[in-house]
C-alpha cells in the first residue's frame, strides 16, 4: 500500500470515532478512519443495543453543552438517514434519601441531578418510593428510597447510532477501512504518519479514538492513569414483554448504599433483543482489551438476577437470553479526556468514556472534528485536558 495524504486520519470507529468522521467529512475534509474490527461491532464499548441519554447530566455542569449539541445532532441524522435513533421513554434514578454510593464520582446523584435539572428548566420530578411503584408497578423499592424522574430523557439505539454517523460519513466522501489494525503513529514535522498492519497513511491532522486500545496510544505519561474494566450486560426473559417496551417503561439508574448494589435496566425496543436488559458497574480488576474474559460464566448470570434483579424486578425470569462482554475505559475523577497531544498539536486525543460517554458522543465528535480541523471547538474542552491528570494527589 502507498501512502496516501488526508486531512485528517480518524483512528477507532466506535461511537466517538465514527461522530468525528461524519463531522470531517460533512465540512468537506478529506477524511480517512482506521478500525481494527468492522463496525458497529461488539468487541469494544460501543454496542450493546441501547444506551441511556439524559438532560440533566448529574456528572457536571460541563457536560451540559455537550448532551444538548448530541440531542440536536441525533435529531439531524434521524432526518438524514430515516434511522430511529432517539426514544423518549423516559428515565428514572433512584437512590437512598441519604445518597447512597457515589455514582460517576457524583455524591448524592438524585439531588444534583435534580438540581442541574432546575437550574436549566428540565421537566422534573423527585417523588417517593410508595409514588414510584405507583407509576411504575414492576419496581420494588425500599421506603428509604426515592426518586429522580425525567419525562424528556431516553434510550439511543447505540448500533444504529455508530452505524448511521459511517454511512453519512461514507455518503460525504469519506474512507474507511476495517479489519485494519494501527501500529503506531508519528508526527514527522509537516503531517501526521499512521502505520498499521497493511499500510501506511499520512494526514494533516489525526484523531485518536480507540475506546479501550487508547492504552496503546495514550502519551505514555497518561497511561497509568487510565484503566480499562470489563463490563458484562445481560438479557433476561419477561414473563410479558409489552410492559418492558419502549411506549411503556422508562430507563433505570438504581444507585444502592454501596458500589456494588448498582443497577440499570432499560427498555425493550421492538427491533431490538427481545429481553429485560440489564446490567452492574464493575470495577474489580484493571485489564487490557486483549486480554478481556469475553466468556460470561455462570456465577455472574446467578449474581445478576438472584442479587441484584428479581428483588428489584417484577415480571422477569431466570431465563438468560442473551449476554455480552463490554468494557469501560475509566480516569481517576471519571471525567473524559479530549486534548491535544502534549508532543503535537497535529494530534488530538479523545477517552471519552468512564461509563457515561454515549450520550454525549455525538457533540463530542463535532468537537474532535474541529481540533483537528481548527485548533479549537466551538464547546468548552477545558475541563477534560490531560494535564489534570498529571498533577501530583
Not at 163 to 182: I, K, N, Y
Not at 209 to 230: I, N, Q, S
Not at 290 to 318: A, W
Amino acid at each position: 500500500m502507498t501512502d496516501s495524504d488526508y486531512d485528517v486520519i480518524v483512528v477507532g470507529l466506535g461511537i466517538m470515532g465514527a461522530g468525528a468522521l461524519y463531522q470531517a467529512a460533512k465540512r468537506g475534509a478529506k477524511v480517512l478512519g482506521i478500525d481494527r474490527h468492522t463496525p458497529p461491532h461488539n468487541m469494544g464499548s460501543s454496542h450493546g443495543d441501547t444506551r441511556i441519554t439524559r438532560q440533566a447530566i448529574g456528572e457536571g455542569e460541563a457536560y451540559m453543552p455537550f448532551i444538548r449539541r448530541t440531542n440536536e445532532i441525533w435529531r439531524e441524522l434521524e432526518a438524514a438517514t430515516g434511522n430511529k435513533l432517539y426514544y423518549t421513554t423516559g428515565g428514572v434514578s433512584i437512590a437512598p434519601r441519604d445518597g447512597g454510593a457515589q455514582f460517576h464520582n457524583a455524591g448524592d446523584f438524585v439531588e444534583r441531578t435534580a438540581e442541574i435539572a432546575t437550574a436549566y428548566g428540565i421537566a422534573h420530578e423527585v417523588i417517593d418510593a410508595d409514588e414510584t411503584m405507583r407509576r411504575y408497578p414492576l419496581l420494588k423499592l425500599g421506603a428509604h428510597e426515592r426518586t429522580y424522574v425525567e419525562p424528556g430523557a431516553g434510550v439511543l439505539h447505540c448500533e444504529l447510532c455508530v452505524q448511521s454517523q459511517l454511512d453519512e460519513a461514507l455518503r460525504h466522501g469519506a474512507t474507511v477501512r476495517t479489519g485494519e489494525m494501527v501500529l503506531r503513529y508519528s508526527d514527522t514535522g509537516d503531517s501526521v504518519r499512521v502505520e498499521t498492519d497493511r499500510g501506511s497513511y499520512c494526514a494533516d491532522r489525526l484523531v485518536l479514538a480507540a475506546g479501550p486500545w487508547m492504552l496503546d496510544f495514550l502519551p505514555l505519561e497518561v497511561r497509568p492513569r487510565v484503566e480499562v474494566y470489563r463490563q458484562v450486560i445481560y438479557w433476561f426473559e419477561a414473563e410479558d414483554i409489552e410492559p418492558f417496551t419502549e411506549e411503556n417503561f422508562p430507563f433505570l439508574i438504581w444507585i444502592g448504599d454501596r458500589k456494588d448494589q448498582y443497577f440499570s435496566d432499560f427498555p425493550a425496543l421492538r427491533d431490538g433483543i427481545q429481553g429485560v436488559k440489564v446490567l452492574t458497574e464493575s470495577y474489580i480488576e484493571a485489564i487490557h482489551p486483549n486480554d478481556i474474559d469475553r466468556t460470561v460464566h455462570q456465577h455472574e448470570i446467578d449474581h445478576i438476577y438472584h442479587e441484584i434483579t428479581q428483588p428489584r424486578l417484577h415480571g422477569v425470569t431466570d431465563k438468560l437470553l442473551h449476554a455480552d462482554v463490554c468494557m469501560y475505559t475509566v480516569t481517576p475523577d471519571n471525567h473524559f479526556i479530549i486534548d491535544f497531544h502534549p508532543e503535537s498539536e497535529r494530534m488530538v486525543i479523545a477517552s471519552p468514556c468512564s461509563g457515561h460517554g454515549f450520550k454525549h458522543s455525538a457533540a463530542v465528535g463535532e468537537a474532535l472534528a474541529e481540533l483537528a480541523l481548527d485548533g479549537v471547538a466551538t464547546l468548552n474542552t477545558d475541563a477534560f485536558k490531560l494535564s489534570r491528570l498529571l498533577t501530583k494527589e
